[in-house]
């Protein structure tokens, strides 16, 4: 009896892979079991080869093995790909009325289940093929269908009972078709001893939730993956949420929007890609200046220009770092995992407006697109706002929306307001907003903005530490590779890790320290330059090594451990 199992479906592009990853996913988390699941497809239009993969077990998993239990092929090129990822006690599910097996040693166990006759004689079309084949998977670990059912209802319900009936009645079909043939070949799962409730949410799901917790109002966006689902989410609910989306024709339309709402003292957010942030820059230094609250996400890819657009990577932290001429305060978020996406995303409409500054989310396509199981977040989160102008003084005085002030924070009006009319532009300006080019004002303006880095380095706990405080070992990283290496320290000895969920403002003290206790430590990150390492050297002035990953694919947990493992 198992208590964990890594399963991948492979095949063509429109076979109906990502569904009926979702659907095994969801009916395995309903059951009790923590789940992980992480798709991978190229950049095309149609076709290409498509995959799902899911890590479920007894106790919380937070990333996927390399190394497979089960692998449902519903093309022959799913087995060629992805033979190194298979065991000797591999269970590889496969239609030999499709295909035949390919030449040459394979690894596995290889279970012939001819789905597409189970699919025709049990009165299905072919697309439901999948549905004999999850089915299979669920009988092999030894559970019941029923959850399986509830799922299938759920999925298709708005399509008609009679589509239910019939996806149903195939995957009874290929249940009893494993019963009767490889009953022998069980991979029996333990079953969870507490029903513990989870939902499973994506990333960018999460982001959009967090936006809405903490009071989004208005978003713009033009698509770019990885970050469109936030679009197509945040738009499939825009009338029961009482928000306005606007799909724009392009990133500079989309961040000026966004900056203009905020003006107006609209909660906001945009996000995008490398590519559309490059393109969002003018307008990020417009936000900077000008001091008007705005929440940025970039889920990066590899770049440079298109790149990979499909495809997972870190390679825009100084990007985002230096993103603007000149400087001007920001704060950067790196969260890494579903639950710290939906926090800190809530987090950063807080920050902006109290500081008012630009507030980045960083995340990647490995975050954004995965599936998490995670608790239900918290229902209720009372709108607050901050740093509003309430009581503007007298008829005339006039109204200092850039007034110097000790913390560097001045109240803000938005148009309409009685007494609050001032000028907003993007030139440099004094008190009242005037352009100003006196030097000794330029000072005085420079320093009020930058004062605020101060305060949100008091503010922000940006790192947490998992395993002991002092180990023979330290593993230093940021972003979604907090899954892959709290998986990997379940093997590791004497191994410690600490995850930063904020890069900027940078957590010295706690980086320093954490360094300077350490007998070895490396930097885990999943781009060319080790750009976290850079970061750390120049804000403490320590060296440490870099194990860096950049051909568009996470961390694995095995690499993790034998990396480290003597």
Partial sequence: ????????????????????????????????????????????????????????????????????????????????????????????????????????????????????????????????????????????????????????????????????KANIEVGEAGKNYVLKNYFQEKLVLEKPKTNLKRMVLTGNEAIALGALAGGLQFYSAYPMTPATSILHYLASIENQTNIVVKQTEDEISAINMALGASFAGVLSMTATSGGGLCLMAEGISMAGVAEIPLVIVNSMRPGPALGMPTWTSQGDLQFVLHIGHDEFPRIIFTPGDAKEAFELTKLSFELAEKYQLPVFILVDKYLSESDFSTQLFKKDHPAKRFSMADNLGPKDEFYKRYKLTENGVSKRSIPGQKGGIHCCNSYEHDENGLGTEEGEMRIKMMDKRMKKMKLLEKEIKGV????????????????????????????????????????????????????????????????????????????????LQSVLKYDGRPFWVEEIIKKFTN
Wanted: glycine fraction near 10%; hydrophobic fraction near 40%; proline fraction near 3%.
């Fill in 464 to 543: 947490s530490l998992f395993g002991p405080k002092k180990a023979k070992l330290s593993l230093i990283s940021w972003g979604s590779n907090k899954g892959v290496i709290l998986e990997a320290l379940k093997e590791l000895k004497n191994v410690n890790f600490l995850h930063l969920s904020c890069v900027w403002p940078f957590p010295k003290k706690e980086v320093e320290e954490f360094i300077k206790t350490s007998e070895k430590c490396y930097s885990i990150e999943g781009n060319a330059t080790g750009q976290l390492t850079s970061l750390i050297k120049q804000e403490t002035g320590l060296t």
């Fill in 1 to 164: 009896m198992k208590n964990s199992i890594n399963i991948k479906i492979g095949g063509h592009a429109g076979e109906g892979i990502k569904v009926s990853g979702l659907i095994l996913t969801r009916s395995l988390t309903r059951l009790g079991y923590s789940t992980f699941s992480y798709s991978e497809y190229p950049s095309l239009i149609r076709g290409g080869h498509n995959t799902y993969q899911i890590q479920v077990g007894l106790h919380k998993v937070q990333a996927c093995l390399r190394k497979l239990d089960i692998l449902i092929a519903l093309n022959q090129e799913t087995i060629k790909l992805h033979q190194d990822e298979l065991k000797k006690t591999s269970l590889v599910i496969y239609d030999p009325g499709e295909f035949k097996l390919p030449l040459g040693e394979l690894k596995g166990k290889y279970l012939a289940i001819p789905l597409l006759k189970i699919t025709n004689k049990a009165g299905g079309k072919p697309i439901m093929a999948n549905m004999a084949s999850l089915a299979s998977v669920l009988t092999l670990l030894g559970i019941e269908l029923n959850t399986f059912k509830d799922i299938i209802r759920k999925e298709f319900s708005k399509k008609g009972e009679d589509l239910v």
